[in-house]
T-cell receptor
Framework: DAGVIQSPRHEVTEMGQEVTLRCKPISGHNSLFWYRQTMMRGLELLIYFNNNVPIDDSGMPEDRFSAKMPNASFSTLKIQPSEPRDSAVYFC?????????????FGSGTQLSVL | SQQGEEDPQALSIQEGENATMNCSYKTSINNLQWYRQNSGRGLVHLILIRSNEREKHSGRLRVTLDTSKKSSSLLITASRAADTASYFCATDIGSLIQGAQKLVFGQGTRLTINP
């Protein structure tokens, strides 16, 4: 299995530009998570999906952030417009949840720098 | 505020010694998980302990869970230089009735093993 695949690996953009981060979860997993990691705030849960449906987006910082999961094999996290304070490592993770929750498999992350 | 808090924030020991990291949390949980992160990489799952379990072992890892004190500990025995990494506890506070999990991470303990 290829694991969770994120792209791009690194993204450098200028303030005000739109940024789109992509994630392909592990085949067969039914839950997908977007996290953001910074030195100051640690690892923050932004949003998570179950069976392609957003369950909790209370961690999304503001309206500039949006996430979609059009099908079971693809998700995007979009920031429009981007700001320097959005600079962070963004991780996508997936898991298979049945009657009990299980471990998360993380992608390698996208290092985002907004200048 | 963070659901989980690790203690200590940083730990430096000699190779061969045991390393103990602690985690405290605030709300009731479905399970508690420990993850490891090497610098610049994604998180890797180490061990999961469910709310009705008190202790679990996996190789050189031993995890305890005390739900009455809302705390957990991770013990790494006979540490090796390769164990140098950041270690995070994560609490699952999701609604399994919805078939979803919500994994919230602590700030992590940075462990350094000196050869």
């Amino acid at each position: 299995d290829a694991g969770v695949i994120q792209s791009p690996r690194h993204e450098v953009t200028e303030m005000g530009q739109e940024v789109t981060l992509r994630c392909k979860p592990i085949s067969g997993h039914n839950s997908l998570f977007w996290y953001r990691q910074t030195m100051m705030r640690g690892l923050e849960l932004l949003i998570y999906f179950n069976n392609n449906v957003p369950i909790d987006d209370s961690g999304m910082p503001e309206d500039r952030f949006s996430a979609k999961m059009p099908n079971a094999s693809f998700s995007t996290l979009k920031i429009q417009p981007s700001e320097p304070r959005d600079s962070a490592v963004y991780f996508c993770a997936s898991s298979l949840v049945r009657r009990t929750s299980e471990k998360l498999f993380f992608g390698s992350g996208t290092q985002l720098s907004v200048l | 505020s963070q659901q989980g808090e690790e203690d200590p924030q940083a730990l430096s020991i000699q190779e061969g010694e045991n390393a103990t990291m602690n985690c405290s949390y605030k709300t009731s949980i479905n399970n508690l998980q420990w993850y490891r992160q090497n610098s610049g990489r994604g998180l890797v799952h180490l061990i999961l302990i469910r709310s009705n379990e008190r202790e679990k072992h996996s190789g050189r890892l031993r995890v305890t869970l005390d739900t009455s004190k809302k705390s957990s500990s991770l013990l790494i025995t006979a540490s090796r230089a390769a164990d140098t990494a950041s270690y995070f506890c994560a609490t699952d506070i999701g609604s399994l009735i919805q078939g979803a999990q919500k994994l919230v991470f602590g700030q992590g303990t940075r462990l350094t093993i000196n050869p």
